[in-house]
């Protein structure tokens, strides 16, 4: 074993490079020294308390007995003697090795060779063992072998590393997210969503936002829970939050939430609804990727559209809410994004797009809101062009349930009069 072969060269001259559809690094790494070796196993494990876990596995037709999540007791195992420096990292022949020979599992695999190093991360913590094993022993292993095991394991912990930092990145934004949802961090803003013709407050959009420093936006918290696999979680949050306000509202003012379609297909999403009366809720579906099937989407809209809960489809004219979307989910309401609002008193693209969709509600039974309305000269455009419902600064901007209902308030006093 003089001689390295090639691959071993490689793997170590380009250690961080992925490999495709062959496998990670690590996993190439275990293949060929197992095989450089002339050994049966070849694998990386991570320590779980007092548990040796594999993580990573090169064991041909021995699938069963060494897979990745297999796990052992460390007492069983070599790893806490070779760390103490009970027995060496390099047993050629376990036989020769007392220790070894009175560990159950040196019999039970059988063990007749035995090479195993620490999988040390930048910290100086072991993370693991790096760890190649026959069934009978090969006095041939010398100390140059046991290098180049630890020059895997060098490689190994490199790659290691930087799933353990984002593991560790993963848990800290889930803990944000998690102390966001039950210390009382999210909070929410009432946008009044306003009738033209006469203008009043019809119904109030629910925004999330989160008390939180440093500030972030609420689309980055969003789109980091949904990294983490936790968006359905947070947005079901922010809507039982929100319909809370709902028996304090007259029952002709409504509420708008937003939900993802990964969101509205969770088995649980029916439940936010419970105690409210889904004909006083908007659902506004929210995309910010393409639907690659829409057919649970709208079967699941379905079932609640018909107990009344109507659907609007969010930022129409921008991003993927297109006229596929559209089409595909026949809402009840469709909002005009800001960037189709913003100087449409002055600009002739806007307003025919902007008229088109007007025609296409009225023709498909749907109704329009302009979203981000923000002058007189907007406002007066839209209206001439047919936009029955708007919101923006110029209307109002997001406030508590407070001030909601002192809006709400004073528009039914100013009615009165």
Known sequence: MSVEPRELVEIIRHGTRRTGAAGSTLK????????????????????????????????PGLEQMAHPGASFSLDDVYCRHILAGRLPELIPDTAAEPLAMSLPIT????????????????????????????????????????????????????????????????????????????QGLLTIAY?????????????????????????RPPNVWFAEAAEIGRGAALEMAAIRLALEALPRLPEDIYLAVNASPETVLAPEFGAVFEGHSLSRIMLEVTEHAAIACYDGLTA??????????????????????????ILQLRPDLIKLDMSLTRDVDSDPARQALAAALVAFARDTGSSIVAEGVETEAELAA??????????????GRPMPVAAALDLLGREGRASAA
């Open 28 to 59: 190439r790494a275990l293949q060929a020294i197992r095989t450089h070796l002339g050994l049966e196993v070849a694998y990386a494990s991570r320590f779980e308390g007092d548990r040796m876990v594999l993580r990573d596995v090169d064991a």
């Open 107 to 182: 019999a039970a695999l059988p063990i007749g060779t035995h090479v195993s190093v620490p999988i040390r991360l930048q910290d100086g913590s072991v993370y693991g063992m790096f760890c190649c094993l026959g069934f009978a022993a090969n006095p041939t292993l010398n100390q140059r072998d046991l290098q180049m095991v630890k020059a895997f394991a060098d490689l190994a912990a490199h790659e290691i590393e930087e799933a353990v930092q984002e593991e560790r990145r993963a848990r800290e934004r889930e803990q944000r997210i998690l102390a966001a949802i039950e």
């Open 300 to 325: 699941r809209l379905e079932q609640m559209r018909a107990a009344g809960l109507r659907i609007a489809v969010d930022d129409a004219g921008a991003g993927y809410a297109g006229l596929h979307h």
């Open 382 to 395: 839209l209206q001439a062009l047919g936009v029955e419902r708007a919101q923006g600064y110029l209307l």
């Open 191 to 215: 946008q009044p969503i306003w009738g033209l013709s006469p203008r009043r407050p019809v119904g109030f959009e629910c925004l999330a936002r989160f008390a939180t420093t440093p500030a």
